[in-house]
C-alpha cells in the first residue's frame, strides 16, 4: 500500500522544480501561444506566468527601490521581453525564476536617471 503512494509522491514536481526558470519560460510560452491565437494551450501554466510576472511588476512598483521602470508596457509586452531574454541567456533558465525576470527587466526598462 505504501509503494504506490511513494511512487506517485516522486512523479510530483519538487517545489523547486515550480520555482525555476524554466519553469517560469514554459507557463510563459503557453501565454504567448495564446495571445497569438492557438487553440489548444495549457491555461493552468497560463495563470502561472500571468499571475507570477503581474505580481513581481506589481511589487516591484511598492519597492522605494526601483529596479526596472515598465511604465506602461503590457502584459503581452512583458512577456515576450522575458521570453526573448530567456532564448539568448538559456543559463538563466536552472536559476530561480525571479532572477531572469528582474534581469530581462532590468535590461529593457531602466529607469530613468534622476536629475537628467
Known sequence: MLAPLLALALMQPTPE???????????????????????????DRIAECLAYIGG?????NLSE???????????????????AFMDRNPKFLDNNR????????AETYPC?????
Not at 19 to 43: F, I, P, W
Not at 67 to 76: D, E, I, P, T
Open 112 to 116: 530613468p536617471v534622476k536629475g537628467k
Open 17 to 43: 522544480d515550480l520555482t525555476t526558470g524554466t519553469r517560469l519560460y514554459h507557463s510563459c510560452q503557453e501565454a504567448k501561444r495564446m495571445g497569438d491565437g492557438a487553440n489548444t494551450v495549457k491555461n
Open 56 to 60: 513581481y511588476v506589481d511589487g516591484s
Open 65 to 83: 527601490v526601483k529596479l526596472f521602470c515598465v511604465g506602461n508596457a503590457s502584459m503581452g509586452t512583458t512577456i515576450a521581453v522575458y521570453l
Open 98 to 105: 525571479a532572477t531572469g525576470l528582474l534581469l530581462a527587466l
